[in-house]
């Protein structure tokens, strides 16, 4: 059987929210402020994969290279922390 997500959630919290910046001068503040910092982070993100190249050293496609299983783990974790913490 098909499970469906339901849809009376996804209608009422857009009006809900419609309402409570109305309503109040905090809420559309917050609001503004949520989408401008929104904004700003995709454009940095599509600034990153735009910088990206052909000859763009990727450190996951080199960990998954590796064949034999402690040491592929081994390669894809520091590879992912590094990816995470210097990005």
Known sequence: ??????V??????????CVNSVLTAQTAFA???????????LAL???????VTP???VP???AERVTQQPARLLALTFA????????
């Open 8 to 17: 009376e959630p996804l209608l009422v919290c857009p009006g809900v929210l």
């Open 55 to 57: 000859d763009t050293r």
């Open 45 to 51: 993100v599509m600034r990153a994969v735009d910088a």
């Open 1 to 6: 059987m098909i499970s469906t997500w339901p």
């Open 80 to 87: 992912a922390y590094q990816c995470a913490a210097f990005r």
């Open 60 to 62: 996951l496609a080199a």
């Open 31 to 41: 609001e503004l402020v949520g989408c401008a910092a929104s904004c700003g982070y």
